[in-house]
């Protein structure tokens, strides 16, 4: 397999991950690394290195870093980026693939709308749940630790595409399972309270 083939994949996948979560911390990443050379990158990337690009994500991922660790507002945030993450998700995938025939930015597209839905679906979910518990902590700890997965993931896609890919594959199983667990779990104690 071409490895040039794997690492866009492995990128695509990654980014598209990472924008699920948080689309301006992303951006910004791909911004600055395409910007000061910090990763050897495609020419693709080069879209990124804009200064209102750089900056209106800087600006973006600073209110979201604030709303992020307030109980309820996260939640108002995450419902608001429902559309705009994944739509994000799916521009940093065509953009990660470079040139293509259309057949494949489509594709692209799709796979990382898909992506970024799915992790934004599980971060709002998260934030749902946290924030019945009646102490602010954890919305701080779910947001210090999301911003540490966007980082990680993000950077790791772009040094080690491979790795990345099979993180996200590894995650979104998880996702998946736990899901479909849930939904079964629910659709039990529905039939138990007839």
Request: proline share 4%.
């Amino acid at each position: 397999m071409n490895p040039d083939f794997v690492s866009a994949i492995g990128r695509t996948l990654g980014l598209s991950f990472a924008a699920g979560i948080n689309l301006y911390a992303t951006v910004a990443i791909l911004g600055l690394v395409s910007r000061f050379g910090w990763v050897d990158l495609p020419a693709q990337y080069r879209v990124f290195d804009n200064n209102w690009i750089i900056g209106v994500a800087i600006v973006l991922y600073l209110v979201e870093f604030v709303a992020d660790k307030i109980p309820w507002v996260d939640s108002l945030w995450d419902a608001l980026h429902t559309i705009i993450r994944p739509i994000g998700g799916a521009l940093i995938a065509v953009a990660s693939i470079g040139h293509a025939q259309p057949t494949f930015q489509v594709m692209a597209a799709l796979a990382g709308a898909l992506v970024a839905g799915s992790t934004h679906a599980a971060k709002a979910g998260t934030r749902v749940v946290a924030n019945t518990s009646p102490e602010p902590f954890s919305n701080w700890a779910l947001s210090f630790a999301e911003d540490g997965l966007v980082i990680t993931v993000g950077l790791l896609a772009l040094t080690h595409p491979f790795a990345a890919a099979i993180i996200v594959i590894a995650v979104l199983g998880v996702i998946v399972f736990t899901v479909t667990w849930l939904v079964r779990r629910f659709r039990s104690l529905a039939r138990v309270g007839n």
